[in-house]
């Protein structure tokens, strides 16, 4: 068998005169070209995914980061009772639930006032709360210090009577104008 070093050897005149045909070096890159394309494709990378899904990450990350941060997270500024001791946090438990009970008495009897009377308690209702805020900021300045303790207890307490007032206040208003309204309704009946 031949290889085409002897060929070429053997043959050394005949390829030594003559010149491949005028397109023969297109023929060979279009032959080239569709061999290239069709057999093999080009190697992706990798990298770019890897860098798309780590710009992802990150972004996610940092937008989680930065929603704890400003929505999430408890104000570091202030200190809520029940941190002192556990005694203290069933006291202020007790306290929350009984103003959450309360508040919802009230919403539940206010459905007749007029909207200046609940915008005016609710402004009370919130000043009250700036003040066990500014309590909050003492205690974490100060923890431990039974002044501030016994203050924040006796806003509770001070704020349980205030709403208890308004509550007995609104129910004494509803029944007046039950009253009027049975009264007037009885008077129409009568006049009929």
Known sequence: MKTIDDIIRNNRDFFEDREPSEDHFERFNRKLDIHFHHTSK????????????????????????????????P?????????VSPHYK????????????MENQIDMLDLNSKEEQREMLMNE????????????????????DERIIN????????????????????KTIRNENENVNSNTTQNEEINI
């Open 42 to 73: 080009p190697a992706r990378s990798i990298v770019p995914y890897l860098l798309k899904a780590a710009v992802v990450t990150l972004l996610i990350t940092l937008s989680s980061l930065w929603t704890w941060e400003h929505f999430i997270r």
């Open 75 to 83: 104000d570091r500024s202030k200190m809520a009772l029940g941190e």
């Open 90 to 101: 069933e006291v202020e438990n007790y306290y929350i639930y009984q103003v959450s009970l």
């Open 125 to 144: 209702i919130s000043n009250m709360d700036s003040v066990y805020v500014n309590l909050q900021k003492e205690l974490k300045a100060n923890p431990g």
């Open 151 to 170: 203050a924040m207890i006796e806003h509770y307490q001070t704020k349980l009577d205030v709403m208890n007032y308004i509550l007995s206040q609104l």
